[in-house]
């Protein structure tokens, strides 16, 4: 077994494909991680915008909250509504691209392609967070921790999106069991105590505040706030990955993740505010995340606090996975319309969009890096291309109701579901509009210089395949009038069966075969098997080829004093190109074949060299074809004539 085949799996065939979607059980893991792990970050981002006000910063987070969980309902019901317009997938792009234009198509596609890679980053680097909370002497190790979790995460995803929901279904839902209980029993403990229980072990005191309370530090924190929303669209994205009937699937777990992720929000917000629980600077060794400190003080540090801890940080870490399902699929679409290379499109080995992965990969951990693998660095870039594309999703479905996508069933427009999304895209608008407002300074500009880039490589591409198509149309029937042979040209190091063969070919092709043998390339003296090689090509190769009645094949020798072998080559080619003006030039590459990974080490590689060269020097009247010769042919050969294996010899390939 290959290590390809022991880490990522057996190669899967495309009939299984169906096999390998999801149900409501593994869709939840699959897709729901990033808006579940959102609840330890979202309600963080916010207090950390609070901390100026000391003591009374968490009183300001349940109201918050509350217009985030209004926020939160609108999208869910948008959502159901996109799902069911559109059973195929109706992410942002496609709903953008179809009913508001290719320009703003390509919009959705930027600003989700960047929120995506934004999300691995920032769930990973939370998860890290949460681990480094529960042992903080990890806190050095940060960045390393974050690349170790983005590895593993790809490794699982390149072995399948049901291998991925399998694999994540266990943290996800120790993750919602622990918290779930552990918020019910404080909000059970806060109501018997009037709303301000004891804590078992006390978080850390905040002070007195340093700034005024302002609307203006309220819109900031609930532009944070948001960012605890960034995952909702992601069942939409995905439908295509569901079973059947895949809108029942999405719709359920869309459901389940909308319903759970309301429940952590607002009830971390109600007891962050009873038990005056902060954020803390997570640069600082002594650092402890929010869901840290409140799960210490309702049940202390004991063995519930660290399952409930190891679960967070699973989450958190494996948030990221709702991306590496869908920016592939993503990706897939935006490819297909020719915006991305078309590799993207291409199906790897387990039935998932491999490059897509190992991009999102190469590019979230660049973020990792550069901003040190800490949360709060990475939080003023996200959200934007989150509620952006939320934007022009909700905005694109109201333009589909409009124009007759649906109706109530009597042939009614459908004004109630056009009603839904054009509130949807109005509070979505509003929301973006104060995120940017919000964060532009703190670092939501790179965010915004990012997307029009993106939309500029995109363009980029595409103009690249219609070049490339209107050089290679051809609206005229085939020519066949001048279709003479070709002049073959076979460079040769000796003759030898692999050259044999190649001129056995050659003459098949043409009566016009030149082999050319380049002198000198490994020595700086004469070399002596220049008079042999003449020699043997009159007795070997012209002498068969007249008493068959064919024209023999030539034999050019070419001196090389500086020991290249393309650059004299491409000289006598330019010369025959001369010579015979209206003929295609072919030339005939001999190759040996290794069968072994220690056979390239005793070998050169001059034949791949070659072949590359002349495929990069081009033109319209060269052809490239390759001869191979596999060693295991010669010993079997040999020992077929003598009874006992042959010698190969090992001259010069």
């Given at each position: 077994?290959?290590?390809?085949?022991?880490?990522?799996?057996?190669?899967?065939?495309?009939?299984?494909?169906?096999?390998?979607?999801?149900?409501?059980?593994?869709?939840?893991?699959?897709?729901?991680?990033?808006?579940?792990?959102?609840?330890?970050?979202?309600?963080?981002?916010?207090?950390?915008?609070?901390?100026?006000?000391?003591?009374?910063?968490?009183?300001?987070?349940?109201?918050?909250?509350?217009?985030?969980?209004?926020?939160?309902?609108?999208?869910?019901?948008?959502?159901?509504?996109?799902?069911?317009?559109?059973?195929?997938?109706?992410?942002?792009?496609?709903?953008?691209?179809?009913?508001?234009?290719?320009?703003?198509?390509?919009?959705?596609?930027?600003?989700?392609?960047?929120?995506?890679?934004?999300?691995?980053?920032?769930?990973?680097?939370?998860?890290?967070?949460?681990?480094?909370?529960?042992?903080?002497?990890?806190?050095?190790?940060?960045?390393?921790?974050?690349?170790?979790?983005?590895?593993?995460?790809?490794?699982?995803?390149?072995?399948?999106?049901?291998?991925?929901?399998?694999?994540?279904?266990?943290?996800?839902?120790?993750?919602?069991?622990?918290?779930?209980?552990?918020?019910?029993?404080?909000?059970?403990?806060?109501?018997?105590?009037?709303?301000?229980?004891?804590?078992?072990?006390?978080?850390?005191?905040?002070?007195?505040?340093v700034a005024p309370v302002t609307i203006w530090l309220l819109v900031r924190a609930f532009a944070s706030g948001c960012t605890a929303m960034t995952g909702v669209e992601a069942v939409s994205n995905g439908v295509s990955a569901f079973r059947d009937p895949p809108v029942k699937h999405a719709h359920g777990t869309l459901t389940a993740i909308v319903v759970s992720l309301a429940a952590l929000l607002g009830g971390i917000a109600w007891l962050a505010r009873g038990f005056g629980i902060g954020a803390m600077d997570q640069t600082k060794p002594d650092y402890q995340s929010v869901l840290?400190?409140?799960?210490?003080?309702?049940?202390?540090?004991?063995?519930?606090?660290?399952?409930?801890?190891?679960?967070?940080?699973?989450?958190?870490?494996?948030?990221?996975?709702?991306?590496?399902?869908?920016?592939?699929?993503?990706?897939?679409?935006?490819?297909?319309?020719?915006?991305?290379?078309?590799?993207?499109?291409?199906?790897?080995?387990?039935?998932?969009?491999?490059?897509?992965?190992?991009?999102?990969?190469?590019?979230?951990?660049?973020?990792?890096?550069?901003?040190?693998?800490?949360?709060?660095?990475?939080?003023?870039?996200?959200?934007?291309?989150?509620?952006?594309?939320?934007?022009?999703?909700?905005?694109?479905?109201?333009?589909?109701?409009?124009?007759?996508?649906?109706?109530?069933?009597?042939?009614?427009?459908?004004?109630?579901?056009?009603?839904?999304?054009?509130?949807?895209?109005?509070?979505?608008?509003?929301?973006?509009?104060?995120?940017?407002?919000?964060?532009?300074?703190?670092?939501?500009?790179?965010?915004?210089?990012?997307?029009?880039?993106?939309?500029?490589?995109?363009?980029?591409?595409?103009?690249?395949?219609?070049?490339?198509?209107?050089?290679?149309?051809?609206?005229?029937?085939?020519?066949?009038?001048?279709?003479?042979?070709?002049?073959?040209?076979?460079?040769?190091?000796?003759?030898?069966?692999?050259?044999?063969?190649?001129?056995?070919?050659?003459?098949?092709?043409?009566?016009?075969?030149?082999?050319?043998?380049?002198?000198?390339?490994?020595?700086?003296?004469?070399?002596?098997?220049?008079?042999?090689?003449?020699?043997?090509?009159?007795?070997?190769?012209?002498?068969?080829?007249?008493?068959?009645?064919?024209?023999?094949?030539?034999?050019?020798?070419?001196?090389?004093?500086?020991?290249?072998?393309?650059?004299?080559?491409?000289?006598?080619?330019?010369?025959?190109?001369?010579?015979?003006?209206?003929?295609?030039?072919?030339?005939?590459?001999?190759?040996?074949?290794?069968?072994?990974?220690?056979?390239?080490?005793?070998?050169?590689?001059?034949?791949?060299?070659?072949?590359?060269?002349?495929?990069?020097?081009?033109?319209?009247?060269?052809?490239?074809?390759?001869?191979?010769?596999?060693?295991?042919?010669?010993?079997?050969?040999?020992?077929?004539?003598?009874?006992?294996?042959?010698?190969?010899?090992?001259?010069?390939?």
């Amino acid at each position: 077994m290959s290590w390809t085949s022991l880490l990522l799996g057996r190669r899967l065939a495309t009939r299984e494909h169906t096999e390998r979607k999801l149900g409501v059980w593994t869709g939840v893991p699959a897709l729901g991680l990033d808006g579940l792990g959102s609840s330890a970050y979202g309600p963080e981002a916010a207090l950390t915008i609070l901390a100026p006000l000391g003591a009374m910063g968490p009183r300001y987070i349940v109201p918050i909250t509350a217009v985030l969980l209004v926020l939160l309902g609108l999208l869910y019901v948008s959502y159901r509504q996109t799902i069911t317009a559109y059973p195929t997938g109706g992410g942002s792009y496609t709903v953008a691209k179809e009913n508001l234009g290719v320009h703003a198509g390509l919009l959705a596609a930027a600003a989700l392609m960047i929120d995506y890679v934004l999300n691995v980053a920032v769930g990973i680097s939370a998860g890290i967070a949460a681990l480094v909370s529960a042992f903080p002497r990890l806190h050095p190790w940060t960045l390393w921790l974050c690349l170790l979790a983005l590895a593993l995460l790809t490794l699982v995803n390149l072995r399948g999106t049901l291998e991925s929901g399998w694999a994540f279904a266990l943290p996800t839902y120790l993750f919602l069991a622990s918290f779930l209980a552990l918020l019910g029993l404080g909000v059970a403990r806060a109501l018997l105590a009037g709303g301000h229980p004891q804590p078992v072990i006390p978080p850390p005191h905040l002070g007195a505040a340093v700034a005024p309370v302002t609307i203006w530090l309220l819109v900031r924190a609930f532009a944070s706030g948001c960012t605890a929303m960034t995952g909702v669209e992601a069942v939409s994205n995905g439908v295509s990955a569901f079973r059947d009937p895949p809108v029942k699937h999405a719709h359920g777990t869309l459901t389940a993740i909308v319903v759970s992720l309301a429940a952590l929000l607002g009830g971390i917000a109600w007891l962050a505010r009873g038990f005056g629980i902060g954020a803390m600077d997570q640069t600082k060794p002594d650092y402890q995340s929010v869901l840290s400190q409140l799960a210490a003080a309702l049940v202390g540090r004991n063995v519930f606090y660290y399952v409930a801890i190891g679960s967070l940080l699973a989450v958190l870490t494996l948030s990221a996975n709702t991306s590496f399902v869908d920016f592939p699929r993503l990706c897939r679409l935006i490819a297909a319309d020719r915006f991305l290379p078309a590799p993207f499109a291409v199906v790897g080995r387990r039935l998932v969009f491999s490059v897509g992965i190992l991009f999102l990969t190469t590019t979230s951990g660049l973020l990792l890096v550069v901003f040190g693998g800490i949360t709060d660095r990475l939080i003023p870039l996200f959200a934007v291309g989150a509620f952006l594309a939320f934007t022009l999703s909700q905005t694109g479905m109201v333009m589909h109701w409009w124009r007759g996508g649906g109706n109530e069933g009597d042939g009614r427009p459908a004004w109630r579901h056009l009603a839904i999304n054009g509130l949807g895209a109005a509070t979505t608008g509003v929301a973006l509009a104060v995120i940017i407002a919000a964060k532009f300074i703190e670092g939501a500009w790179i965010t915004l210089l990012a997307i029009p880039a993106l939309i500029l490589l995109f363009k980029l591409v595409r103009r690249y395949y219609e070049r490339v198509d209107r050089n290679l149309w051809e609206p005229l029937p085939l020519e066949l009038a001048e279709n003479e042979p070709p002049v073959v040209v076979i460079p040769t190091e000796s003759l030898n069966k692999l050259t044999k063969q190649a001129l056995r070919f050659g003459m098949m092709l043409s009566p016009e075969v030149i082999a050319v043998h380049l002198s000198a390339l490994e020595t700086t003296d004469e070399d002596p098997e220049t008079e042999i090689l003449k020699n043997r090509w009159r007795e070997d190769v012209e002498q068969p080829a007249r008493r068959t009645g064919l024209p023999p094949p030539q034999l050019i020798l070419l001196q090389s004093p500086y020991r290249k072998f393309i650059d004299p080559l491409f000289k006598f080619l330019d010369s025959v190109e001369k010579k015979y003006p209206s003929r295609v030039i072919a030339v005939i590459v001999p190759e040996l074949v290794k069968s072994h990974w220690w056979q390239h080490l005793l070998h050169n590689r001059r034949a791949r060299q070659l072949r590359a060269a002349l495929l990069q020097r081009g033109g319209s009247r060269l052809v490239v074809a390759a001869v191979p010769w596999h060693l295991e042919d010669g010993e079997r050969a040999r020992a077929d004539s003598s009874g006992r294996p042959g010698r190969v010899s090992s001259t010069g390939r």
